[in-house]
C-alpha cells in the first residue's frame, strides 16, 4: 500500500522560508515523477511543481511561485522537497504531495490531466505576520 506523508509545514511570516517533506513507501520510488500541490480555502486544488523521474525529467513550477519555490527529489530516501523562500500570504493552504504517473510531468496540464496516482493527507502551510 502506497503512503505519502508530508512534514514541514506550519506557520511563516511573509519573505519567511518553509521547507516541506515528503516521505513515500509502498512504491518504486525511483520509477515516478513527483508532484507538490495546494488547495486554499474555497478554491480548487492547483499543481505548484512537479518533477519528473532522475534519469531525465526535469521539473516544472506554476507561474507564481518559479524564482521562489525549489522542487527536489532523493531517490535514495524514497523523499521529495519543497524549499520555499520569499513566503507570500497567498502561498496559505494544505499542501499535499503526489506520485504521478510517467517519466516526465508538467504542471501546465493541469491537476485532472496530470497522471496523479496517489496523495498524501496534506499539511497545512500559513503565512501570516
Known amino acids: 500500500q502506497v503512503q505519502l506523508v508530508e512534514s514541514g509545514g506550519g506557520l511563516a511570516q511573509p519573505g519567511g522560508s518553509l521547507r516541506l517533506s515528503c516521505t513515500a513507501s509502498g512504491l518504486t520510488f525511483a520509477y515516478y515523477s513527483l508532484g507538490w500541490f495546494r488547495q486554499a480555502p474555497g478554491k480548487e486544488r492547483e499543481a505548484v511543481s512537479c518533477i519528473g523521474t532522475s534519469d531525465g525529467g526535469t521539473s516544472s513550477y506554476v507561474e507564481s511561485v518559479k524564482g521562489r519555490f525549489t522542487i527536489s527529489r532523493d531517490d535514495g530516501k524514497s523523499m521529495i522537497y519543497l524549499q520555499m523562500n520569499n513566503l507570500k500570504s497567498e502561498d496559505t493552504a494544505v499542501y499535499y504531495c503526489?506520485?504521478?504517473?510517467?517519466?516526465?510531468?508538467?504542471?501546465?496540464?493541469?491537476?485532472?490531466?496530470?497522471?496523479?496516482?496517489?496523495w498524501g493527507q496534506g499539511i497545512q502551510v500559513t503565512v501570516s505576520s
Open positions: 503526489a506520485t504521478i504517473l510517467g517519466v516526465h510531468c508538467d504542471v501546465r496540464l493541469g491537476v485532472q490531466a496530470m497522471g496523479i496516482i496517489d
